[in-house]
């Protein structure tokens, strides 16, 4: 299980949110330092859970250790707030570099196809490898992050979709595409 943070501590290591490293549709994403660690945390906003739900989705993210996954270090669920804790990538995100923003430089195509290769990686273990499949459904430049040396790693994979491994294709595919994308 991934540690428990006091709302303070994550505030105090945040600088109170003070530096905001992106925005998703689930929350902000604020820099951060536990000790010497940089950390990311995420701060939820309009948490869907109660606070048993968010406890066994941390647990079951907690428990997922891959190399081409974003680690989760911790949490935080006091009162109605919801923070998860993560390992900083240095890189930032995916779309950063393709689409060429802040003046970098072109990724060559070796670079380029160890980043392929290990989205590829995190999606068969997430797929494959779990004890429950989770489902990403967000695969998007965004969610990649980068470290130092361009490897990719799949983020925000716990709040997806977690499938029983015994459960059937077909009408539950169909039933679960409805209630994602609303049709």
């Not at 081409?68 to 923070?83: A, P």
């Not at 970098?104 to 997430?126: E, F, Q, V």
Request: proline letters at 2%; a neutral charge; charged letters at 30%.
């Amino acid at each position: 299980m991934p540690t428990r943070f006091p709302f303070d501590k994550l505030g105090e290591c945040t600088k109170w949110f003070s530096k905001k490293l992106g925005e998703g549709g689930f929350g902000s994403v604020f820099a951060g330092k536990l000790g010497e660690e940089r950390v990311a945390v995420k701060r939820l906003e309009g948490a869907r859970q109660g606070k048993k739900e968010f406890l066994a989705e941390v647990e079951t993210i907690g428990s997922i250790d891959r190399i081409n996954l974003v680690r989760l270090i911790g949490f935080c669920t006091e009162k109605f707030q919801r923070l998860l804790v993560y390992e900083y990538m240095s890189g930032g995100s995916l779309d950063r570099w393709i689409y060429y923003r802040h003046d970098n430089a072109p990724l060559d195509w070796h670079t380029r196809c160890g980043i392929i290769l290990g989205i590829a990686k995190s999606l068969c273990y997430l797929h494959e490898g779990c004890r429950r499949k989770i489902a990403h459904l967000d695969i998007k430049p965004q969610n990649i992050l980068l470290d130092e040396n361009f490897n990719a790693k799949v983020a925000d994979f716990g709040l997806s979709e977690l499938i029983d491994r015994d459960q059937t294709q077909g009408n539950d595919d169909d039933e679960r595409h409805a209630r994602v994308y609303g049709t």
